[in-house]
């Protein structure tokens, strides 16, 4: 399941996070990937020790982390630092799969990915993140600020870009309910549930639907 997050960034955060990123040294992205990527893999990323970094998800992340669906649809159990990654023109990331447990210091699965758009969709040709899905592939290509939650289990390739200048931040999500297929029914509900609540918060029905989902939660989460 795609889920599309809208507007985790504001202007003026976009605009911090461009400055940044427009002064920082940025290393090639080959030496983050595992030993099957790195054969597709051509883009650039700031390194792990950039100076840059804390201030970068500073901006970031309490905004994705406080998005009104992000809760819902990641049910995050551990939350990875981000990765700022550049694309110049010539630059792709071939189909890949993405590493299951990321960084050893403090291991976690990655069930979900998330990548953010940084700048925006005029600013470049091509670069569009295409995601292999049971109903065929799916291209995203966001404006600035929009952020897409997929599958890291998902064949997955960011095109060529071929003029401009590509700018997103990466990162991951082991999640409570491992498996995609469980994610998406509990997001479903959740969305029925939150809305009956507000709406209908003394109704039998929305009793029912509250409990069914708080036990599905229970049924199904890994700790
Ligand atoms: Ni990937």
Do not use: C
């Given at each position: 399941m795609l889920i599309e997050l809208p507007e985790v960034l504001k202007p003026d955060q976009l605009r911090l996070l461009a400055e940044?990123?427009?002064g920082a040294e940025f290393q090639d992205g080959r030496l983050s990937a595992g030993a099957s990527a790195r054969r597709v893999k051509a883009n650039q990323e700031l390194p792990a020790d950039s100076n840059r970094l804390e201030r970068l998800n500073q901006v970031l992340m309490p905004s994705l982390l406080a998005h009104p669906l992000y809760g819902l649809a990641a049910l995050p159990l551990r939350v990875a630092?981000?990765?700022?990654?550049?694309?110049?023109a010539g630059m792709r990331y071939g189909a890949?799969?993405?590493?299951?447990?990321?960084n050893p210091q403090a291991p976690y699965r990655s069930d979900i990915a998330i990548t953010v758009f940084l700048n925006e969709p005029s600013d470049y040709q091509g670069g569009e993140l295409v995601i292999e899905t049971h109903f065929g592939e799916r291209s995203v290509k966001l404006p600035a600020g929009n952020a897409i939650l997929y599958p890291a289990s998902s064949v997955h390739r960011v095109n060529e870009v071929t003029a401009?200048?590509?700018?997103?931040?990466?990162?991951?999500?082991q999640s409570l309910v491992r498996h995609p297929d469980q994610r998406a029914i509990l997001f479903d509900l959740?969305?029925?549930?939150?809305?009956?609540?507000?709406?209908?918060p003394d109704e039998e029905t929305t009793r029912q639907v509250d409990h069914a989902y708080v036990n599905l939660v229970r049924r199904w989460a890994e700790t």
């Amino acid at each position: 399941m795609l889920i599309e997050l809208p507007e985790v960034l504001k202007p003026d955060q976009l605009r911090l996070l461009a400055e940044l990123l427009a002064g920082a040294e940025f290393q090639d992205g080959r030496l983050s990937a595992g030993a099957s990527a790195r054969r597709v893999k051509a883009n650039q990323e700031l390194p792990a020790d950039s100076n840059r970094l804390e201030r970068l998800n500073q901006v970031l992340m309490p905004s994705l982390l406080a998005h009104p669906l992000y809760g819902l649809a990641a049910l995050p159990l551990r939350v990875a630092a981000p990765y700022y990654v550049r694309y110049e023109a010539g630059m792709r990331y071939g189909a890949h799969i993405d590493d299951p447990v990321m960084n050893p210091q403090a291991p976690y699965r990655s069930d979900i990915a998330i990548t953010v758009f940084l700048n925006e969709p005029s600013d470049y040709q091509g670069g569009e993140l295409v995601i292999e899905t049971h109903f065929g592939e799916r291209s995203v290509k966001l404006p600035a600020g929009n952020a897409i939650l997929y599958p890291a289990s998902s064949v997955h390739r960011v095109n060529e870009v071929t003029a401009g200048r590509r700018l997103a931040a990466i990162t991951w999500v082991q999640s409570l309910v491992r498996h995609p297929d469980q994610r998406a029914i509990l997001f479903d509900l959740a969305r029925a549930r939150q809305r009956l609540l507000a709406e209908q918060p003394d109704e039998e029905t929305t009793r029912q639907v509250d409990h069914a989902y708080v036990n599905l939660v229970r049924r199904w989460a890994e700790t």
